[in-house]
């Protein structure tokens, strides 16, 4: 059975940091793709970022230079740091796994962030 744990949401004010995390069991790191998607209220799925077993990442976000993705293959986790957070960062974050070739793709269950003061 594979699972991805997402943890490290929460409630945050305007300018403080995230780090969220994500570790999958049943499957591993390596050969496969590891993102962030997030969910704001009433809108769609959207890339945050993605990082390969290799080290390679991708950044959906147009302000990328507040987010940073790592990946960890030992663990089979990926971490994502937020800084400088914005109400506009509010949204359900969710953890995906990727083969690098094929289909086969999991999600986590998600992990509610919301920045308000």
């Known amino acids: 059975q594979v699972q991805l744990v997402e943890s490290g949401g929460g409630l945050v004010p305007p300018g403080g940091s995230l780090r969220l995390s994500c570790v999958v069991s049943g499957r591993a790191f390596s050969n496969a793709v590891m993102g962030w998607y997030r969910q704001a209220p009433g809108k769609q799925r959207e890339l945050v970022a993605q990082v390969t077993s290799g080290g390679t990442t991708d950044y959906g976000v147009s302000d990328q230079g507040r987010f940073t993705i790592t990946g960890d293959n030992r663990k089979n986790a990926v971490y994502l740091q937020i800084d400088s957070l914005k109400p506009e960062d509010t949204g359900v974050y969710y953890c995906?796994?990727?083969?690098?070739?094929?289909?086969?793709?999991?999600w986590g269950q998600g992990t509610q962030v919301t920045v308000s003061s």
């Open positions: 995906r796994w990727r083969r690098r070739t094929g289909s086969e793709m999991y």
